[in-house]
């Protein structure tokens, strides 16, 4: 049970780590933005890609380590 819950979260981590990093490069999907709106999108995208990233990285490895038990 505890693979299934593992390989689920990995699965979600990963779709908003692919979210954040479009967001991030893609900036606001608004018509014409303004240079603040556009700051504060690469400061909120930059963080949860951060954070997802890291996310990420701590459920592989507590997938590999219950894998090797």
């Known amino acids: 049970m505890k693979k299934i819950v593992l390989d ?9 780590l692919l979210f954040s990093m479009f967001c ?3 900036g606001s999907l608004e018509m014409y933005p303004t240079v603040e709106q556009e700051g504060k999108i690469k400061i909120v995208f930059g ?17 590999f380590k219950l894998k090797a038990k």
Do not use: P, Q, T
Not at 8 to 16: A, E, K, R
């Open 8 to 16: 689920v979260s990995i699965i979600l981590v990963f779709i908003i």
């Open 24 to 26: 991030l490069m893609n």
């Open 47 to 63: 963080l949860l890609s951060g954070i997802s990233a890291i996310g990420e990285i701590v459920l592989i490895f507590m997938r």
